[in-house]
């Protein structure tokens, strides 16, 4: 097995392990506020992960602890409008939405290099944002819900960010240093705000305190120090794709927990995001164009 296909293993661990958070997240919101949730999480994840890897940490140079600190800063805004949303949509609806990310980023990557973007990109975003219009409700007098979609796609734009952030930044940084200070600072951000919009306490119910540690151990620690080191082998845009599984795992575990129910709505909004994300990933060039037409005309 090569480092690609372990990679990619790792990364398909990953997304397992974040379509199930939004469940134990939407469980934890509901007991405490959201920048004081941020940051016990990513507190307890940064301490583990910096333990566990001290002697790496002696690695720290002022251009990684930037570079961390500026990935930092956009998954702390992915983190707080995922949560935010949260409150007023479902888990399975939030993951979707969230999902967009995955078209987002070979968008953005077009945008950065200043190229035209190609045509199943341009198709690919279409597509996927009809269907967060169907999963949304859009029309509908369920504002509270709308408002909840809107915190969530804005999550999703953030994310797309940081994805393109983390390729380049780890391409020649330590991966394991980069992920761990670059939670550090989701932390020390999450801290910022919640003493200045929010009171600070330790939940103390069992299922605020199993769903934090949940969180922090297999959702953050494990999931971005693995993201952090399997992105040096693979693309941004692979990695999204990847990525893509997100909201099918969060889907499954929200009947299975939850039993949300589905509309035919919400049910066709979830394929055009599906298709979206798998058309922006088709490799489509001049020899599988003539294999189609062959095919076509053996038919």
């Not at 939030?94 to 973007?117: M, Y």
């Not at 795992?249 to 299975?256: D, E, M, R, V």
């Not at 995001?273 to 095919?295: A, P, R, V, W």
Request: net charge positive; with cysteine.
């Amino acid at each position: 097995m090569n480092k690609k296909m372990k990679a990619d293993i790792t990364l398909l661990i990953v997304t397992l392990f974040w379509g199930f958070s939004f469940i134990t997240t939407k469980t934890a919101i509901s007991n405490i506020e959201i920048f004081n949730f941020l940051f016990l999480r990513f507190t307890l994840a940064f301490l583990i992960s910096a333990i566990i890897f001290y002697k790496d940490m002696k690695c720290i140079d002022k251009n990684i602890f930037v570079k961390s600190m500026i990935a930092g800063f956009i998954l702390f805004l992915h983190f707080l409008f995922q949560t935010e949303g949260l409150k007023t949509t479902t888990a399975s609806k939030s993951a979707f939405i969230t999902g967009f990310s995955v078209v987002l980023v070979p968008l953005f990557v077009s945008i950065i290099k200043r190229e035209i973007p190609k045509l199943k990109i341009v198709l690919s975003v279409l597509i996927a944002f009809y269907g967060i219009i169907l999963l949304s409700n859009v029309g509908f007098k369920d504002t509270n819900i709308l408002t909840g979609d809107v915190y969530t796609f804005i999550s999703a734009i953030a994310f797309a960010i940081y994805m393109i952030l983390v390729e380049k930044f780890t391409s020649k940084e330590k991966a394991v240093v980069f992920g761990i200070l670059q939670i550090g600072f989701v932390a020390i951000y999450s801290l910022i705000f919640n003493l200045k919009y929010e009171n600070f306490y330790i939940p103390t119910d069992i299922k605020s305190i199993s769903s934090i540690i949940f969180l922090s151990l297999f959702c953050t620690v494990f999931a971005y120090l693995a993201q952090s080191v399997a992105q040096n082998y693979t693309s941004s845009t692979h990695a999204s794709l990847i990525y893509s599984a997100e909201p099918i795992f969060a889907g499954i575990f929200s009947y299975i927990i939850y039993l949300e129910s589905l509309s035919t709505n919400k049910i066709l909004g979830c394929l055009f995001i599906f298709t979206g994300m798998i058309i922006s990933e088709l490799k489509i060039n001049k020899d599988s164009i003539k294999k189609l037409k062959f095919i076509k005309k053996s038919a």
